[in-house]
Every structure is written in structure tokens, then in C-alpha cells.
């Protein structure tokens, strides 16, 4: 499917020394090298933490022994970082041109320059100059508000995908355990699904992380409550008036409903990803407890927002 093809593709840059490949595994803000179709839905990548592996006792090694005992190995006491208020002013202007771009799909090329100069001028602020070594800010699950990366258009497009949006995506990281999951979620008329990848992670410098691709996960349908038909849907340029089936879509709801419960009663569908090259990196350029815009491979910008926060209302 087309849209199977565009998914792979979310929140990603071109791998690096990557061949050509069915369907091209991405990220949040992370490129990963091609894997083949059997691998689909394998690879959407991840984003920035910390703790780095060394083979030696240089001052990364130091370091590392050094946070780990201060978290005494258990739970770690959440960071926060000093903002200074015009900071936070130029965040909610961030957040603010966001609006009516979903995600960045819609945004004009004037929206996109406003949005630039400001991404600019927040990382030249950036309150956390070594991102790798805040573990507890980095932790949590971030909601994707805005990406300039055009891979990921196709998948929000409406016509790409008839009576199923995309409800969420979003990239979970563990700083404990050092995963990170990246999650796109789905919502259509009988049921909601979603498709993630989950992956550990390697510091390679105070904003750099190497990310290693584990598995692929296609979850389970859960069904709605209800059949929800919209009056009229656009496919291929075309906008198709969907009023009078909505008699027929009543009359099939009970089966189709019986068939989606079944469905989810099912287990997730787990995809080991065992091919070495599915890794990737990303670069993290601001962070603070809500607020974190990474760029990847090919000057993509990815602008996340931890759940929870007030900039999500905005």
C-alpha cells in the first residue's frame, strides 16, 4: 500500500550511505538505512538521550558511573532548567505559528520562514548545551508538532489515506533503560491502530545519539464506540460526498463491529529488525522540560512537545 510506503518514512532523513530499498525505515528526526519489505513497518526512529557505552575508563566512562550512582540505579529525580522569559515568550510564538499547519504539511512558505527565524533564535538559547547529559529532561513522551521534513507530508495528506487520519505521533524515551519507542497512531471510522518502532540508544557526544533499531510493532485495533462517517471526503484531489451511504454504513456497523472486536482481541504483531545497518542518529539543538527541536540528516527540523505541557493547548 501507499500509505504502508509513506509511513516508513515518518519523521526521518535520507540514511546515510543508504542503497535503494523497498521501503526506506525513518524516524523522529532520525534516518535509518533501508530494510527490506518483510520489514515495514521497522523503522521510525528516535531521538535524543544519553549514556554512552565505553570500552575504557576515559571521562565519559567517569561520568557515566558517576550518574548512575547518583540515580542510586533506581528512579531518577526529574531535571528542570532555569528559562529565561524571553525565551518563553519566543517558545509560545513557536508553538503559536504552528496553527493550522498540521504538523508543517499546510504551512505557506512565508509561515515556514517565520517558523526558521524563531528555531533559530531558540536554539541560540538553548538553556541545556549538552542534551546527553539530562537524562530526566530527555525522558517521557514527546508529541511531534512540527516537522520541515517533506517524507512525511504524503502520510498527513487527507488524500493519502480515505477516512483514517493521523491522530498522534509521538516518541517515548526511557533514559533508565536507554529505549525509545517512536509511535504514529491511527484513527478511522471503526477503530484506532498504531504502528511503532522500539530502539536502544548510544551517546556519541553531548548532543549526538546513535540509535539501534530493535523491533517493529503493528498494534492491535481498538475498536471505537461508534461509526463515525464524515459528510464528504477528499481522495486524489476529488472530494467525494459520502451522505447517501451513510444508510449502508449504518446497516453493516454490527458486523463490522463484531469483526473489529475480534480483531483486537488479538496480541500486537512484534517485527525483529536484526539487519546491523538499521541505525541512525539524531541531533538534539534545544531542550528544556517541554520544549526540544532536533534536526537530522539533509537539515530536517523536528519540534516536539513533552506531554502534558501547556504548549500543547496553545
Keep these: 500500500m ?21 521501503l526506506p525505515p525513518c524516524s523522529l ?5 533501508p530494510v527490506g519489505r518483510s520489514r515495514m513497518v521497522a523503522e521510525l526512529a528516535t531521538s535524543a538521550w544519553r549514556v554512552r557505552a565505553v570500552t575504557s ?6 561520568e557515566k558511573e558517576e550518574k548512575e550512582e547518583a540515580y542510586g540505579g533506581g528512579v531518577a529525580v526529574e531535571e528542570k532548567v532555569a528559562v529565561e522569559p524571553e525565551t518563553e515568550n519566543l517558545k509560545k510564538a513557536l508553538v503559536g505559528s504552528f496553527y493550522g499547519t498540521n504538523r508543517g504539511l499546510k504551512a505557506t512558505s512565508e509561515t515556514r520562514a517565520e517558523i526558521v527565524e524563531l528555531i533559530t533564535q531558540l536554539e541560540a538559547k538553548n538553556p541545556t548545551p549538552a542534551p546527553t547529559d539530562a537524562l530526566t529532561l ?4 514527546w508529541i511531534l508538532a512540527y516537522t520541515s521534513f517533506a517524507g512525511l507530508f504524503p502520510l498527513l495528506s487527507g488524500g493519502t489515506l480515505p477516512l483514517v487520519k493521523v491522530e498522534e505521533i509521538s516518541q517515548t524515551i526511557d533514559s533508565q533503560n536507554f529505549t525509545v519507542q517512536n509511535s504514529v497512531q491511527f484513527a478511522g471510522p ?3 491502530t498504531s504502528i511503532s518502532t522500539n530502539a536502544k540508544f548510544d551517546v556519541r557526544s553531548p548532543k549526538r545519539v546513535q540509535i539501534k533499531f530493535e523491533e517493529g510493532i503493528i498494534g492491535t485495533p481498538q475498536l471505537t464506540d461508534s461509526l463515525e462517517i464524515p459528510e464528504n471526503v477528499e481522495f486524489l484531489g476529488q ?10 454504513f ?3 456497523q454490527d458486523t463490522a463491529s463484531s469483526v473489529a472486536k475480534t480483531i483486537s482481541s488479538q496480541p500486537p504483531l512484534k517485527i525483529p529488525i536484526s539487519n ?6 539524531l541531533l538534539t539543538t534545544y531542550l528544556d522540560q517541554e520544549l526540544r527541536i532536533s534536526r537530522a540528516d539533509g537539515g530536517s527540523v523536528f519540534v516536539l512537545i513533552k506531554e502534558g505541557s501547556s504548549l500543547l493547548t496553545i
Excluded: R
Design 2 to 22: 501507499a500509505s504502508l510506503s509513506h509511513l516508513n518514512k515518518l519523521l526521518c532523513v535520507p540514511p546515510l550511505n543508504s542503497s535503494a530499498s523497498v
Design 29 to 33: 528526526g532520525i534516518w535509518t538505512k
Design 57 to 62: 575508563e576515559d571521562e565519559w566512562g567517569t
Design 138 to 141: 530527555l525522558n517521557g513522551k
Design 190 to 192: 471503526l477503530a484506532t
Design 239 to 248: 472530494k467525494i460526498d459520502l451522505t447517501p451511504f451513510k444508510g449502508i
Design 250 to 252: 449504518t446497516s453493516v
Design 276 to 281: 546491523s545497518n538499521a541505525q541512525s542518529w
